[in-house]
């Protein structure tokens, strides 16, 4: 997912997206016709539990208890992390310096195969608002990129204890992904998201207003041929899910009371001419 940062050629997919994403927002501030706001949260699931890595940055003390952070689907059905730190980013270096920093926090340890193994999925989510300087059209976007751990076998790692537990949650999590992919290739009616937090974490990704791209890293190895042919045929299902994104917008009028409404939320005074948009 991140390569090397400073190779031009072998930099991953994140800090290219990134990049890629301040150039747009570089040339339309250059135009003058849009307003545009960047900001972020970085979350991992580990043993079935999300964690704020933002919220690991801020506070280094253990005896810091982190809020319990709850997954929620917002009225335009994207999902929203209650108690989630956001931080907003100005820039590339910004951002990419938040997703380094956060990245560093994630839970990693040694098995028999990977002596720096991933022992969690992450989800990286940039959050894009624009505003269309001459209609005052608001426009949300969301970036989502999310880092899979890779399902493991025990007689291969060698994992025991809290290795063999880690690997248990995280091979749960992806059957569960597995399924929710098999419901939607079939158009079934039911969706089976609620059944795991990482399927939860990621609907707005998976079906509905979305464009879901997925890189699948397979070995070479005879040795993990097994392990390949799995991961090509997970691969090969998620090639059939046809989703059809379009764009989530709010007029201006819509905005300013939804931004109201925000305010009045978080305790602060809202006087009757703003709500009547008296001058």
Do not use: W
């Not at 933002?54 to 209650?82: C, G, M, N, Q, W």
């Not at 956001?86 to 380094?100: M, S």
């Amino acid at each position: 997912m991140t390569g090397d940062i400073d190779s031009e050629t072998n930099q991953g997919i994140t800090p290219r997206a990134m990049r890629q994403l301040f150039a747009e927002v570089n040339e339309l501030h250059e135009k003058g016709t849009a307003e545009i706001k960047v900001s972020s949260y970085f979350v991992e699931l580990y043993n079935d539990q999300l964690v704020d890595l933002y919220f690991r940055l801020d506070h280094k003390s253990a005896k810091d208890k982190p809020p319990k952070l709850e997954i929620k689907l917002d009225a335009k059905k994207t999902v929203v992390i209650k108690n989630v730190i956001i931080k907003d980013a100005a820039n590339f270096e910004e951002l990419n310096k938040l997703f380094e920093k956060g990245n560093k926090q994630r839970h990693v340890g040694a098995t028999r195969m990977n002596a720096g193994s991933s022992r969690s999925h992450s989800i990286f989510s940039i959050l894009i608002e624009s505003k269309d300087l001459n209609t005052g059209q608001k426009s949300l976007g969301k970036l989502t990129l999310v880092d899979l751990a890779g399902s493991e076998r025990a007689d291969k790692t060698g994992a025991t204890g809290d290795r063999l537990h880690e690997a248990t949650s995280i091979n749960t999590s992806l059957s569960a992904l597995g399924d929710v992919i098999s419901a939607l290739c079939r158009n079934d009616k039911f969706i089976p998201y609620r059944n795991n937090k990482l399927t939860q974490v990621m609907q707005d990704s998976l079906g509905g207003n979305a464009k879901t791209l997925m890189f699948v890293n397979i070995s070479p190895a005879e040795y993990n041929a097994s392990e390949t042919m799995s991961s090509l045929e997970y691969a090969s299902r998620v090639k059939q899910i046809k989703n059809t994104a379009t764009k989530t917008q709010e007029g201006e009028e819509v905005a300013r009371l939804n931004d109201i409404i925000k305010r009045l939320r978080a305790g602060e005074e809202v006087t009757e001419d703003e709500i009547m948009k008296i001058d």
